[in-house]
């Protein structure tokens, strides 16, 4: 939450951490969503997820060793995420940035948490799994299918890899991953938190367990298809894109189904809400579940998503879910369990109302701007001058138009995290005044056998439940069925992907520049998709094919533009243009926001890897001949000579080189690793501008 | 929009059976969830539904 609100006053002060480079906003963009996602929503899990499966089983967990492995591992992780992604060794893939060794420790600790549930479920001492722990078992299995497929990577080191996916399929791979990551590790988990903490703190069962039934299955059946409305537009196979958008609008039924059932078990004790902090946090978590829930369906219809994508209003949408439904049930679970772990009531009551009203405010505060800023953004995106020109041409104008916007949504989040320190303090004062916490016992008699009498013409669901290892192998095939109808198509069929045939892998400084991308996060802010609509084609230049990313391991596609989208950059601005705006953006363009990135003028480029990295490519599929690889370095040094050359034609900049020669560590600029950068810069786009004759290009 | 659908899928061999699996996949999902849970028994479900207080 810190690093996300650093981040909300980096839109507003973008050299607020000048010049350090772990601290720039392509570094610790990430870090804030998997701080958000991994640490505070992972553990938030975890912990509910322990308390209750105890106690709906009656038995205590599998094994102590697996759940300390499951915690200390966990944690861990977090401290390498902490370390790793502001060092900028990311793999770009959203919520999936962590380099591949740490991508291994996450499967094993998921394996750890996922054996000691099972293990916990097979020694129960209760005959019937209630509708929470089905909960429980999708998120295990399908969170561990997902990671596994789209972490597949090769490794050029230990800290670097590629996908082993290029382009339009590592696009919908990553976005099946992506949306499914919100359904099974912020949706599915918390619903069972939902089905168990909300009855117990309302002190009545569930509203209607039959329809909780229903939720579940349909849920997870229909989640795992709606991932390609994250690729509306973009150069993902049409008949994908319709599959994505029709099961987006499906899932409003069993999402609405949940909140009714979630709400609706709160009849008959509206009263006490009023005076029950953790009452009202849970009314506001599930309700924020229910905005989010119609409003992602709506932005997947093709219509709405051509102005909700790449905006703000995405930001203001994934805040909904993750400060309304995540944030707020968390409150609530730790309101209800501290206390009663501790054997105490709660230090205030009053602090607790006070930091849901602030915390309520805070996400007003957060939201509403973004949605203000999301359809100014897309109106001046796309509005035309009578005479057919832009009427907002420069993007700058559209940026500059929304900082009002930016400065209320960090007012927003400084409220939301006021509130959680609030409670931060409450909970703390709580303990401070309980008796320390000690095992339970579960003392529940182990099960005796059913007899077969017993289960003639029983129902087929009473016997499933009292099989878990049946109902795991069940919910798994129904996850499948969704991700293999779309992925195993896009994966085959090569008519899927038309090959252009002007477009060539990168040349090894452009892939070193790739990479330089790549580590300082630019794609946070920068789109490289140009959608066919008119107002995007005049605005960068001919719409994308899927034929253009054939050799993008990972794709850079970006979800968000803070800044204009780069895929026609090449040959737009002049190399030392490009120097001078990365060295000072607001020299160049008065008013951008960017961050300066000054370091990568001084940096010696390392090129100890490139050859490897071009040998990983061939392994990938990439046509790299040996004889390229064996030239590797010299073509590097030639292109970065050529670049060099007309940087030092600037005189200003010439003379301030020439100043620096003298430095003991003084390095060449062509070793510079901004060189690399502005030689893929300037490679962006230019393969397919080649290929379109004039004709066609006036065409689009 | 049909004819990327087309162009894509007519690529595969036999693809005629696909749209017609897929169709009764779906909906004989929904059929057998809703069969399913109209099948319980009030008492069940009531039992059921108590697990989270019998502690």
Same mark, same amino acid.
């Given at each position: 939450?810190?690093?996300?609100?650093?981040?909300?006053?980096?839109?507003?002060?973008?050299?607020?951490?000048?010049?350090? #480079?772990?601290?720039?906003? *392509? &570094?610790?963009?990430?870090?804030?969503?998997?701080?958000?996602?991994?640490?505070?929503?992972?553990?938030?899990?975890?912990?509910?997820?322990?308390?209750?499966?105890?106690?709906?089983?009656?038995?205590?967990?599998?094994?102590?060793?697996?759940?300390?492995?499951?915690?200390?591992?966990?944690?861990?992780?977090?401290?390498?995420?902490?370390?790793?992604?502001?060092?900028?060794?990311?793999?770009?893939?959203?919520?999936?940035?962590? @380099?591949?060794?740490?991508?291994?420790?996450?499967?094993?600790?998921?394996?750890?948490?996922?054996?000691?549930?099972?293990?916990?479920?097979?020694?129960?001492?209760?005959?019937?799994?209630?509708?929470?722990?089905?909960?429980?078992?999708?998120?295990?299995?399908?969170?561990?299918?997902?990671?596994?497929?789209?972490?597949?990577?090769?490794?050029?080191?230990?800290?670097?890899? %590629?996908?082993?996916?290029?382009?339009?399929?590592?696009?919908?791979?990553?976005?099946?991953?992506?949306?499914?990551?919100?359904?099974?590790?912020?949706?599915?988990?918390?619903?069972?938190?939902? %089905?168990?903490?909300?009855?117990?703190?309302?002190?009545?069962?569930?509203?209607?367990?039959?329809?909780?039934?229903?939720?579940?299955?349909?849920?997870?059946?229909?989640?795992?298809?709606?991932?390609?409305?994250?690729?509306?537009?973009?150069?993902?196979?049409?008949?994908?894109?319709?599959? *994505?958008?029709?099961?987006?609008?499906?899932?409003?039924?069993?999402?609405?189904?949940?909140?009714?059932?979630?709400?609706?078990?709160?009849?008959?004790?509206?009263?006490?809400?009023?005076?029950?902090?953790?009452?009202?946090?849970?009314?506001?978590?599930?309700?924020? %579940?229910?905005?989010?829930?119609?409003?992602?369906?709506?932005?997947?219809?093709?219509?709405?998503?051509?102005?909700?994508?790449?905006?703000?209003? !995405?930001? *203001?949408?994934?805040?909904?879910?993750?400060?309304?439904?995540?944030?707020?049930?968390?409150?609530?679970?730790?309101?209800?369990?501290?206390?009663?772990?501790?054997?105490?009531?709660?230090?205030?009551?009053?602090?607790?109302?006070?930091?849901?009203?602030?915390?309520?405010?805070?996400?007003?505060?957060?939201?509403?701007?973004?949605?203000?800023?999301?359809?100014?953004?897309?109106?001046?995106?796309?509005?035309?001058?009578?005479?057919?020109?832009?009427?907002?041409?420069?993007?700058?104008?559209?940026?500059?138009?929304?900082?009002?916007?930016?400065?209320?949504?960090?007012?927003?989040?400084?409220?939301?995290?006021?509130?959680?320190?609030?409670?931060?303090?409450?909970?703390?004062?709580?303990?401070?005044?309980?008796?320390?916490?000690?095992?339970? #016992?579960?003392?529940?008699?182990?099960?005796?056998?059913?007899?077969?009498? &017993?289960?003639?013409?029983?129902?087929?669901?009473?016997?499933?439940?009292?099989?878990?290892?049946?109902?795991?192998?069940?919910?798994?095939?129904?996850?499948?069925?969704?991700?293999?109808?779309?992925?195993?198509?896009?994966?085959?069929?090569?008519?899927?992907?038309?090959?252009?045939?002007?477009?060539? /892998?990168?040349?090894?400084?452009?892939?070193?520049?790739?990479?330089?991308?790549?580590?300082?996060?630019?794609?946070?802010?920068?789109?490289?998709?140009?959608?066919?609509?008119?107002?995007?084609?005049?605005?960068?230049?001919?719409?994308? &094919?899927?034929?253009?990313? !054939?050799?993008?391991?990972?794709?850079?596609?970006?979800?968000?533009?803070?800044?204009?989208?780069?895929?026609?950059?090449?040959?737009?601005?002049?190399?030392?243009?490009?120097?001078?705006?990365?060295?000072?953006?607001?020299?160049?363009?008065?008013?951008?926001?960017? /961050?300066?990135?000054?370091?990568?003028?001084?940096?010696?480029?390392?090129?100890?890897?490139?050859?490897?990295?071009?040998?990983?490519?061939? +392994?990938?599929?990439?046509?790299?001949?040996?004889?390229?690889?064996?030239?590797?370095?010299?073509?590097?040094?030639?292109?970065?000579? @050529?670049? +060099?050359?007309?940087?030092?034609?600037?005189?200003?900049?010439?003379?301030?080189?020439?100043?620096?020669?003298?430095?003991?560590?003084?390095?060449?600029?062509?070793? &510079?690793?901004?060189?690399?950068?502005?030689? %893929?810069?300037?490679?962006?786009?230019?393969?397919?501008?080649?290929?379109?004759?004039?004709?066609?290009?006036?065409?689009? | 929009?049909?004819?990327?659908?087309?162009?894509?899928?007519? =690529?595969?061999?036999?693809?005629?059976?696909?749209?017609?699996? =897929?169709?009764?996949?779906? =909906?004989?999902?929904?059929?057998?969830?809703?069969?399913?849970?109209?099948?319980?028994?009030?008492? =069940?479900?009531?039992?059921?539904?108590?697990?989270?207080?019998?502690?």
């Amino acid at each position: 939450m810190l690093v996300g609100l650093l981040l909300a006053f980096l839109f507003l002060f973008p050299n607020l951490t000048y010049g350090v #480079e772990w601290l720039s906003f *392509g &570094r610790l963009r990430p870090l804030h969503t998997n701080a958000v996602i991994f640490a505070f929503i992972g553990n938030a899990l975890f912990g509910g997820i322990y308390y209750s499966l105890q106690r709906l089983l009656k038995t205590r967990m599998y094994s102590d060793v697996l759940s300390k492995i499951n915690f200390w591992g966990w944690q861990l992780i977090i401290v390498t995420a902490a370390i790793t992604l502001p060092l900028g060794l990311t793999s770009s893939k959203e919520y999936a940035e962590l @380099e591949w060794p740490i991508d291994i420790a996450i499967a094993l600790v998921w394996v750890a948490f996922g054996v000691n549930m099972i293990g916990t479920i097979l020694r129960r001492r209760v005959r019937s799994l209630y509708v929470a722990i089905w909960f429980y078992i999708a998120t295990f299995i399908t969170v561990a299918v997902l990671h596994i497929f789209n972490s597949l990577v090769l490794p050029v080191s230990w800290f670097k890899s %590629y996908s082993v996916y290029a382009g339009v399929q590592d696009a919908l791979v990553q976005w099946w991953y992506g949306h499914n990551a919100v359904a099974f590790f912020l949706t599915t988990p918390f619903l069972g938190l939902m %089905y168990y903490f909300v009855p117990k703190a309302a002190e009545r069962p569930i509203y209607s367990y039959r329809l909780s039934i229903v939720h579940f299955w349909s849920l997870i059946f229909i989640y795992i298809w709606a991932g390609p409305h994250h690729l509306l537009y973009s150069a993902l196979p049409g008949w994908a894109q319709s599959l *994505g958008v029709a099961f987006s609008i499906m899932l409003i039924a069993p999402s609405w189904g949940g909140m009714i059932n979630g709400l609706l078990t709160l009849r008959g004790v509206w009263d006490k809400v009023v005076f029950s902090p953790v009452l009202k946090f849970m009314v506001v978590a599930i309700t924020g %579940y229910g905005m989010a829930t119609l409003e992602g369906p709506l932005m997947s219809l093709k219509n709405i998503n051509a102005i909700a994508h790449f905006s703000d209003w !995405v930001i *203001g949408h994934v805040h909904i879910g993750g400060l309304a439904w995540n944030g707020f049930l968390t409150f609530a679970m730790l309101y209800w369990l501290v206390p009663k772990l501790v054997k105490s009531n709660i230090y205030s009551t009053k602090l607790a109302n006070a930091h849901f009203w602030i915390g309520t405010l805070g996400i007003v505060l957060y939201a509403i701007p973004m949605y203000v800023s999301g359809f100014t953004q897309a109106a001046m995106w796309k509005q035309f001058n009578p005479d057919g020109t832009l009427v907002y041409g420069n993007f700058l104008e559209t940026v500059t138009q929304i900082i009002p916007m930016y400065w209320m949504r960090a007012i927003g989040g400084t409220l939301y995290l006021v509130g959680a320190l609030l409670m931060g303090y409450n909970l703390y004062k709580t303990i401070r005044k309980g008796t320390p916490v000690s095992d339970e #016992e579960a003392n529940a008699l182990p099960l005796i056998k059913i007899s077969k009498k &017993r289960v003639i013409g029983e129902k087929y669901h009473p016997w499933l439940e009292r099989r878990p290892i049946r109902l795991t192998i069940l919910a798994t095939l129904v996850v499948l069925i969704g991700g293999i109808v779309q992925i195993i198509p896009t994966l085959m069929v090569k008519s899927n992907i038309p090959t252009i045939s002007s477009v060539s /892998p990168y040349t090894p400084l452009e892939l070193e520049g790739r990479d330089i991308y790549i580590r300082e996060g630019c794609v946070s802010c920068h789109s490289q998709m140009i959608r066919p609509f008119r107002s995007e084609v005049v605005r960068y230049g001919p719409y994308s &094919r899927a034929g253009e990313f !054939v050799y993008d391991h990972p794709f850079l596609w970006g979800s968000k533009r803070t800044g204009p989208d780069l895929l026609r950059l090449g040959g737009k601005y002049a190399d030392s243009w490009h120097l001078n705006h990365m060295y000072d953006p607001q020299s160049t363009s008065p008013g951008s926001i960017m /961050p300066a990135y000054p370091w990568l003028l001084h940096n010696e480029l390392n090129t100890a890897m490139t050859l490897k990295k071009m040998e990983v490519m061939v +392994e990938l599929g990439v046509p790299y001949s040996s004889e390229e690889i064996d030239n590797g370095l010299t073509s590097l040094d030639k292109q970065a000579e @050529e670049i +060099e050359k007309r940087l030092l034609e600037d005189p200003q900049y010439a003379a301030a080189y020439n100043a620096e020669t003298r430095d003991a560590n003084f390095v060449p600029l062509k070793n &510079r690793e901004i060189v690399a950068l502005i030689a %893929y810069m300037q490679r962006l786009g230019v393969d397919l501008s080649n290929a379109l004759d004039p004709e066609q290009k006036t065409k689009n | 929009m049909l004819q990327h659908v087309k162009e894509h899928m007519a =690529t595969i061999n036999g693809i005629g059976a696909y749209p017609i699996f =897929t169709l009764l996949l779906f =909906t004989g999902f929904f059929a057998g969830l809703i069969w399913w849970i109209l099948r319980f028994k009030k008492a =069940t479900i009531q039992q059921l539904k108590n697990i989270p207080f019998d502690e």
